[in-house]
């Protein structure tokens, strides 16, 4: 099955998915780790693909081995393929519970000999680019959502606050609530951080000066708005996300945009003569010359 990263609750879908295809319960499916001696070529964890490349591969992966145990069980009940069904642990037959368990049909497969394991490799279809023309179709579907920004800007100091974010964002059909807003929370306020303090320095000489976390200012518990709200969009899902749960990685990241035109605008309503700049990050050095800008600057 394709390889699994830590840090964005993957393991757990994965979990997920390798439970539902055998339809058993989670606590007997195990997750092992990284490795290239399993999987010699897997994709990077980025660009919000961890889920939908593992997932589709582990989905590959189930199914055919789902495929073989269906036609043990088939045989033992003597019955036909298409009327077994593997839910609660159990073979049911046509809608009905039988009395072969999840872990006799296992057994019944490893005495006959019949492979338990499966290596199986997915690669996204149908996206393709051509950059000379800048043409094509990159992604294999797209997510979409709107956040409503409030921040607290001290005309006085030029510091400021988030105070609360409200958020509409398209989950599809999210197989983890919990991990999905978890990705959401963090994603905004990295794209906070991003849009208000993140900010590259360089000396006359072309040195990168802000090149240590010391000079380098990243989002903290500080950083995050006092108050955030987030209501799932209600769609169909797309068939290229794994089980229609859509890619939540770095989506919300462009939530935090809305947090530099809040100040823009916060700052234009105490100075008219303010011209927007249109340079990120906001920092409150640049809001507060903004606060104080005149008609001549």
Known sequence: TGAVEMGQGVNTKMLQIAAIIFGIHSDLVKI????????????PSAASATADLNGKA????????????????????????????????YVFVNGNKSDLKWEN?????????????????????????DKTKEKGHPFSYHVYGTAITTVKLDCLRGIYDVEDVSIVHDFGK??????????????LVQGIGWMTMEEIAYGTNGKLLSNTLSTYKVPDIFSVPKTIHTKSLDTSG????????????????????????????????????????????????????????????
């Not at 049909?105 to 680019?129: C, D, G, K, M, W």
């Not at 999210?174 to 994603?187: C, K, P, Y």
């Open 174 to 187: 999210s197989m983890n609530t919990a991990i999905d807003l978890g990705q959401i929370e963090g994603g």
């Open 105 to 129: 049909l296992v057994l019944n497969a490893f005495v006959q000999r019949v492979s338990l394991s499966e290596n199986a490799h997915y690669a996204t279809p149908e996206i393709h680019f």
């Open 58 to 89: 582990l989905l590959m992966a189930c199914n055919s081995i789902k495929d073989r145990l269906k036609t043990i069980a088939a045989n033992h009940l003597s019955v036909l393929e298409k009327e077994i069904e593997l839910k609660d642990q």
């Open 238 to 297: 797309h068939d290229l996300a794994i089980l229609k749960s859509k890619a939540v990685g770095e989506p919300p990241l462009m939530y935090g945009i809305g947090t530099y035109f809040a100040l823009e605008n916060a700052i234009k309503s105490f100075n008219p003569n303010y011209k927007k700049q249109f340079n990120s990050p906001m920092t409150p050095e640049k809001a507060l010359m903004g606060l104080y800008q005149n008609e001549t600057n």
């Open 32 to 43: 092992e780790s990284t490795n290239t001696t399993r999987v010699a070529n897997t994709s």
